[in-house]
């Protein structure tokens, strides 16, 4: 996977939880709620063969998408 196969959105996330943040912190970032933003980010991570928030940024990075 590599930038075109991910959104704009999808970057967003990985960046803010690259810096450490949240699914929590995100949501309250973007204005959605903490549950709809643990979805994306579960599904983020089901897209990138990640089983954690820290094993799907060092995929993003290995992969130069962050």
Do not use: C, K
């Amino acid at each position: 996977m590599d930038r075109a196969q991910l959104d704009d959105h999808e970057i967003t996330i990985l960046r803010f939880l690259a810096q450490g943040m949240t699914a929590s912190d995100i949501a309250a970032a973007a204005g959605v709620s903490p549950r709809q933003m643990q979805r994306r980010v579960q599904a983020l991570r089901d897209r990138l063969g990640a089983a954690t928030n820290i094993q799907a940024v060092t995929i993003a990075v290995r992969r130069s998408v962050i």
